[in-house]
Nanobody, 115 residues
Framework: QVQLVESGGGLVQAGGSLRLSCVVS????????WGWYRQSPGKQRELVAT???????TYADSVKGRFTISRDNAKSTVYLQMGSLKPDDTAVYYC?????????WGRGTQVTVSS
């Protein structure tokens, strides 16, 4: 059973930065495409960034140029470096594989950006 534990969220002012981490267990981490997702109140969960085994990263237009996804296969960890944060980035952030293959979602980590 895959387990996903996200951390690193918090309250930050607009223009600030945060680094999120996601520790993965129970999966063949190194060959899977991993992604960061986010969900704001009243909105559907959206895919923010992905990183496959070959590191060809993709980003949603809304975060391109501000967020950077990375992975450490030795630590089975996925990171999301977020910069130039905006109030619209406020959400609960989750990691999961892409596609999710039915993996259970973790608790996520709350990111709140104040204006």
């Amino acid at each position: 059973q895959v387990q996903l534990v996200e951390s690193g969220g918090g309250l930050v002012q607009a223009g600030g930065s945060l680094r999120l981490s996601c520790v993965v267990s129970g999966s063949i981490f190194s060959i899977v495409t991993w992604g960061w997702y986010r969900q704001s109140p009243g909105k559907q969960r959206e895919l923010v960034a992905t990183i496959p085994f070959d590191n060809t990263k993709t980003y949603a237009d809304s975060v391109k140029g501000r967020f950077t996804i990375s992975r450490d296969n030795a630590k089975s960890t996925v990171y999301l470096q977020m910069g130039s944060l905006k109030p619209d980035d406020t959400a609960v952030y989750y990691c999961n594989s892409m596609p999710t293959y039915g993996n259970p979602w973790g608790r996520g980590t709350q990111v709140t950006v104040s204006s």
